[in-house]
């Protein structure tokens, strides 16, 4: 029974194998078929079925994992309903386990931008070696990603910080003692929500920049807001912009309170850095809108806040965080009003071209430059119904009409673009309840 009902809920999931069961449960003068062979036999056919489904998911599965982390470990997810997708598909939970980042710097006295050839050689063998490392020490999953010849960012699984410390100090002793090859890591604060590991890479990274000779593994923390500079590095500016750009709120307002946590609680910015935190804030908000900065009301009531600064931020973020807002929902308002006008767009065109055998999600979107899977999403986000559902369902109005006006049923194929008789019955009735001879009467 748990069998049937998991292979029902795909089947569902799937589209209409499921009626083949409805099927075999009505017998022909419509009554309940108590036919057990034949309900059984349907039955196993689903299961079957949805076995292969289920097997064919199960061997992708491992192949989306990797490229979900490599992906993650790039910063090449945007936005959290596209990393939400892609976790789905990969069979990823986002905030089921803590993870934390951690950057490892080889040759740490090695200007980056001077190495040899035979330093990019040795780089690559020990990468090699350390990620094997790692994976013997670590009972958890460990993905990495080279960042450059000499850096390699690395993503843990942990349960306790100071364990992965541990850790980190075992690999640089022993590359020191195996290899006589010095290392620098660098560790980010813990995150359980991988849509904030960026963070969490951000922080590491900076934190291996600032280790010194004598400090093989530096954790990101209160010792680093001595530093006389603001907190505003590209990562954060790009991840802003990005964020303002798709109108993500949510994302806009974690980089805010970001920017607000490392520059005014770990930092103590003065009036002069405040200033120049603001002024790089304000030139981001205006290349967003389009606007000069001396012509806009708001861009100029930050200026006075910024220039007004006296040790609190509150009022600052609070006017900041609001402009965000504002600008994100005008944005969204905007991609709702075009992605409404798309869908009215091929809603005209399926109407005009449904007659063509070959009119599909492939022959639309091809038409009109979107991909296959963001048209399926809008247009059952705007007309409530999936595109073969709308198509069919206009196709066999259309036919109703014309069995109205005495068309014959086998000339009717043709005419709505069904390859066969068969094809175009079997849509009439799933759409009717009845046969298209039944409905003519």
Known sequence: MLGTAVSLYFSVRRGRPVNEIARALQAADGAVNTDLNLISSAVSQLVQDNTHLLQ??????PALQTAFYHNLLKSNFVS????????????????????????????????????????????????QAISAYVDELCVRPVHNYKRNTLETLYMFEIQD????????HRVAAWLHEQYHVEAHWGVGTPCDDLMQFWKSAEEAAAAQHDADGGTAVQVYGSQLGARDGYYFPYVVEERLTQSLSAGDAKAVEDVLSLLQTENFVRRSLNRSRMRQLNRRIVEILSAQTGVIVEENAD?????????????DC???FERLNTLCQA???????????????????IEEYIRKNYH???????????????????LSAIFK?????????????????????????????SDLPERLGYNSIQSFRRAFKRVMGVSPSEYRG
């Open 56 to 61: 064919e998911q199960a061997a992708d599965r």
């Open 299 to 311: 861009l100029m009531a930050l200026n006075e806040l910024a220039f007004d600064y006296k040790g």
């Open 314 to 316: 509150e009022p600052y």
């Open 80 to 127: 959290r309903p596209e990393m939400e997708y892609m976790a789905q598909r990969a069979g990823i939970e986002l905030t089921d386990k803590t993870y934390c980042a951690a950057v490892l710097r080889l040759f740490p006295g090695i200007d980056i931008d001077a190495i040899d050839g035979q330093t990019v050689e040795d780089a690559k063998v020990l990468q």
């Open 161 to 168: 910080q100071e364990k992965l410390l541990g850790v980190l």
């Open 356 to 374: 063509n055998p070959n009119l599909g999600l492939a022959m639309v979107s091809a038409e009109f430059n979107l991909s296959e899977g963001y």
């Open 381 to 409: 986000k705007e007309t409530g119904t999936n595109f073969a559902e709308y198509l069919e369902q206009l196709r066999v109005k259309a036919a109703c009409v014309l069995l109205q006006d005495g068309c014959k049923v």
């Open 327 to 345: 600008l994100c929902s005008e944005v969204t308002q905007q991609k709702n009003a075009r992605r409404s006008e798309n869908v009215k767009a």
